[in-house]
């Protein structure tokens, strides 16, 4: 079946520092991927949704500027979270969605535990 | 406006018993549906989706949800629990609008085998 991979898996950084995660989808194109955010014990709430070659939309309450978001490639989607504070502290995962014909399943990444100290 | 709501947050059943995850969802059209499955530290993986064409459907690992649209809900059943079930059980409906396509979570069930 299609893999999205996320990198890193785990990442702990100090408090004001910016912190890259990539996604990637190894064996498929996805010209759309999306950010969620999961809270310990709680369910996943978007965060953005990125477009390959173009600018990503973010939901509402989620701060552009903090949240950076780059789709470069058809394969590969980054989330900058810029000047990162505890409250920062969550579980970010990807999804990528096919961009075959006839198809529109996401596929997740495993995600990525960040810790703001 | 779409929701998802699972109605109970934790579910508990014995091994080798039926499973039953219920699942409704409010949408002001046609939805796709989905259910997704997270075991600990992994990511989330899909276990069934229906997108208007058999109302019943099959999905891996023995599980099925049957799409009730007078009821509007979407409950995942299987008929027996086995204890590599126990994980995060989240209903989800997919929308579209203004170019977006993100899935709007359930808050999620978490699913407890008993041995």
């Known amino acids: 079946g299609a893999v999205v991979s996320q990198h890193p898996s785990r990442v702990i950084c100090k408090s004001g520092t910016s912190v890259k995660i990539e996604c990637r989808s190894l064996?498929?194109?996805?010209?759309?991927m999306f950010w969620y955010r999961q809270f310990p014990k709680q369910s996943l709430m978007l965060m953005a949704t990125?477009?390959?070659?173009?600018?990503?939309?973010?939901e509402q309450g989620v701060e552009k500027d903090k949240f950076l978001i780059n789709h470069a490639s058809l394969t590969l989607s980054t989330l900058t979270v810029t000047s990162a504070h505890p409250e920062d502290s969550s579980f970010y995962i990807c999804?990528?969605?096919?961009?075959?014909?006839?198809?529109?399943?996401?596929?997740f990444g495993p995600g990525t535990r960040l810790t703001v100290l | 406006a779409q929701s998802v709501t699972q109605l109970d947050s934790h579910v508990s059943v014995s091994e080798g018993t039926p499973v039953l995850l219920r699942c409704n969802y409010s949408?002001?059209?046609?939805?796709?549906l989905f259910w997704y499955v997270q075991h600990p530290n992994k990511g989330l993986q899909l276990l069934l989706k229906?997108?208007?064409?058999?109302?019943l459907v099959k999905g891996i690992n023995g599980f099925e949800a049957e799409f009730k649209k007078s009821e509007t809900s979407f409950h995942l059943t299987k008929p027996s629990a086995h204890m590599s079930d126990a994980a995060e059980y989240f209903c989800?409906?997919?929308?579209?609008?203004?170019?977006?396509?993100?899935?709007?979570f359930g808050k999620g069930t978490h699913l407890i085998i008993q041995p």
């Open positions: 229906y997108t208007s064409a058999a109302t």
């Open positions: 999804s990528a969605r096919d961009s075959s014909p006839y198809t529109d399943t996401q596929y």
């Open positions: 990125s477009n390959e070659g173009s600018k990503a939309t973010y």
């Open positions: 989800v409906v997919r929308y579209s609008g203004g170019g977006a396509d993100g899935l709007t």
């Open positions: 949408s002001s059209y046609s939805p796709s």
């Open positions: 064996d498929f194109q996805a010209t759309t």
